[in-house]
T-cell receptor, first 109, second 114 residues
Framework: GNSVTQMEGPVTLSEEAFLTINCTYT??????LFWYVQYPGEGLQLLLK?????DKGSNKGFEATYRKETTSFHLEKGSVQVSDSAVYFC????????FGTGTRLQVTL | DAGVTQSPTHLIKTRGQQVTLRCSPK?????VSWYQQALGQGPQFIFQ???????QRGNFPDRFSGHQFPNYSSELNVNALLLGDSALYLC?????????????FGPGTRLTVT
């Protein structure tokens, strides 16, 4: 079946540090790939997406590239802010969406 | 556009009781999907409704059932509640032919079973 594996957290970074959260997937065919963010006590917000191989999704300084050869969709940001502290979920979708277990990011001053 | 709305925000039930959660999709969307998010976990797909019928279902028991109304809003019903049903229940809406590419999530209903 389809599944997503993402690095466990928590990830603790100082403000302005570089962020990478690893995500790999298992799926038949060509799913769409997503990163969602969840702030404390809130629902899910779509951060970025890519629908085909080599696509790069980007939003608010975050980027991820759909790598079919390595079945990966790693999330990166060049300079994190305290306001980026949240839980990040990698997900894939063909007809239904399968989520990873989430990675908590904590950014400190 | 109000986006996806869910009600209630929180509720507390006792084991064995039944609960109904409600979801109104984003304006124009015709498909509603429900997810269960246990504490510290990623959301798990429960089922999807389109044209008032359940179209797809995840690995959840029959205690979980749903309904979609002609105005596309949806309900999730859970019977014979167990302590393990305590979770955040998320509703997502989309266009049926774009469900794999774009869906919008509501804020969720937090269910606590005691």
């Amino acid at each position: 079946g389809n599944s997503v594996t993402q690095m466990e957290g928590p990830v603790t970074l100082s403000e302005e540090a570089f962020l990478t959260i690893n995500c790999t997937y298992t799926a038949t065919g060509y799913p769409s790939l997503f990163w969602y963010v969840q702030y404390p006590g809130e629902g899910l917000q779509l951060l970025l997406k890519a629908t085909k191989a080599d696509d790069k999704g980007s939003n608010k300084g975050f980027e991820a590239t759909y790598r079919k050869e390595t079945t990966s969709f790693h999330l990166e940001k060049g300079s994190v802010q305290v306001s980026d502290s949240a839980v990040y979920f990698c997900a894939l979708s063909k007809s239904i969406t399968s989520f990873g277990t989430g990675t908590r990011l904590q950014v400190t001053l | 556009d109000a986006g996806v709305t869910q009600s209630p925000t929180h509720l507390i039930k006792t084991r064995g009781q039944q609960v109904t959660l409600r979801c109104s999709p984003k304006s124009g969307h015709d498909t509603v999907s429900w997810y269960q998010q246990a504490l510290g976990q990623g959301p798990q797909f429960i089922f999807q409704y389109y044209e008032e019928e359940e179209r797809q279902r995840g690995n959840f028991p029959d205690r979980f059932s749903g309904h979609q109304f002609p105005n596309y809003s949806s309900e999730l019903n859970v019977n014979a509640l167990l302590l393990g049903d305590s979770a955040l229940y998320l509703c997502a809406s989309s266009f049926y032919d774009r469900a794999a590419y774009e869906q919008y999530f509501g804020p969720g209903t937090r269910l606590t079973v005691t």
